[in-house]
């Protein structure tokens, strides 16, 4: 498709295609994310897997620790080490693709801003686009198509 996104690593070692929209897009400002990236908070569009074409390179799996415990594995490019997305909770069929690492980043805007407990003081958040002390529930946020998206993943009880 025309609009069909693309990016890649700083070294362009990994390149990948997303095939579709993303069915949301999380801007987390929790301390994880800003540890791990090193910046205020990250961006993180959610899409399924086999909606994300590699073009180019492997990025490996690197298991962080979580508050949670849940397993949290970050993908990235094995040259430069580059983070180009992240599987949560070991559930492999859905992708955190960072936005930053887009062709062109100012693509997807955030959907939603989570965990702004922690969220650095000086980080103003638009007007109009919901925002939450910690988690959300996706049921009443995500549109009716990403819903319907999301349960081809986790199955009708999600
Ligand atoms: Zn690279
Ligand atoms: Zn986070």
Redesign the pocket.
């Known amino acids: 498709m025309l609009d069909d996104l693309e990016g890649r690593c700083a070294c362009a070692a990994v390149r990948y295609r997303l095939t579709s929209r993303p069915m949301f897009v999380h801007c987390?400002h929790?301390r994880?994310?800003q540890r791990q990236t090193g910046s205020a908070f990250?961006l993180n569009a959610l899409i399924e897997t086999d909606r994300v074409t590699l073009l180019s390179g492997n990025p490996e799996p690197v298991a962080v620790p979580t508050d949670s415990g849940r397993p949290h594995a970050i993908h990235r490019c094995p040259s430069c080490g580059v983070a180009v997305w992240s599987v949560y909770g070991g559930v492999r069929k859905l992708l955190f693709v960072r936005v930053g690492t887009l062709d062109d980043p100012g693509a997807l805007k955030p959907d939603v801003h989570i965990?702004v407990r922690s969220k650095l003081p000086w980080v103003a958040l638009p007007e109009g686009t919901p925002s939450f002390e910690a988690y959300y529930d996706s049921r009443k946020l995500w549109p009716p198509a990403s819903l319907e998206r999301r349960r081809a993943i986790f199955g009708e009880t999600a």
Do not use: E, S
């Open positions: 987390c929790c994880d994310c990250v965990y």
